[in-house]
């Protein structure tokens, strides 16, 4: 009988260790931008209006945690008609063969109080690459009865290593669009 009470206490204290929290992206408050030489004299910022994205953690301060994220590239929008929709196809993205990029962490480390180096395998035309994002936590707080978590992570990915090809150049050689995108999330969690 003492056996039988010495399992069911390791089982409870094994199931508080392992319990896991959800936080789900709410696209409503949050973006996914990205900007990009142009003309290698200034830069052009696009945003993805369409998401999904879940973190779950075992730990309250976030460390290990897991980041799934699917981004629709068709929702791709830099205020400009006509480059959008050059971006959708072959030269760039291909949104009707390819019609998601996806990001799955591997890492999500912490290196300071409010910091976080995440790492993961970003897909994009169906070629996988790691990728490493510096994040900053903002925090949590509870607003009508739900907990809110904030992070803000940025990162730099090069397009030709993803197949977004489109290279035409200046006169004097250089690229008329870069080969260096900078990514910056912002994302507000809702916890489930």
């Known amino acids: 009988m003492k056996n039988i009470y010495i399992i069911l206490i390791i089982s409870f204290i094994s199931s508080i260790s392992l319990a896991q929290s ?91 109080d409010n910091n976080f180096l995440i790492e993961g395998n970003l897909t994009i035309r169906n070629v996988t690459k790691p990728v490493t994002l510096e994040a900053e936590f903002g925090g949590i707080v509870s607003i009508n009865n739900k907990k809110k978590a904030g992070f803000t992570a940025t990162g730099t990915i090069d397009r030709f290593e993803f197949g977004l090809k489109w290279d035409d150049v200046l006169d004097n050689g250089g690229l008329i669009v870069g080969e260096k995108v900078d990514i910056i999330l912002k994302m507000e969690l809702v916890k489930q």
């Open 22 to 112: 959800t936080w789900v992206i709410d696209p409503t408050h949050s973006s996914v931008q990205f900007d990009v030489s142009h003309l290698a004299v200034s830069s052009v910022t696009g945003f993805f209006t369409s998401y999904a994205g879940t973190l779950t953690s075992k730990k309250s301060d976030f460390e290990g945690a897991k980041v799934n994220a699917t981004i629709e590239v068709a929702s791709i929008t830099t205020n400009n008609m006509e480059r959008d929709k050059h971006l959708k196809e072959d030269d760039f993205f291909n949104a009707e063969k390819y019609p998601e990029i996806k990001f799955e962490s591997t890492s999500f480390k912490k290196v300071s």
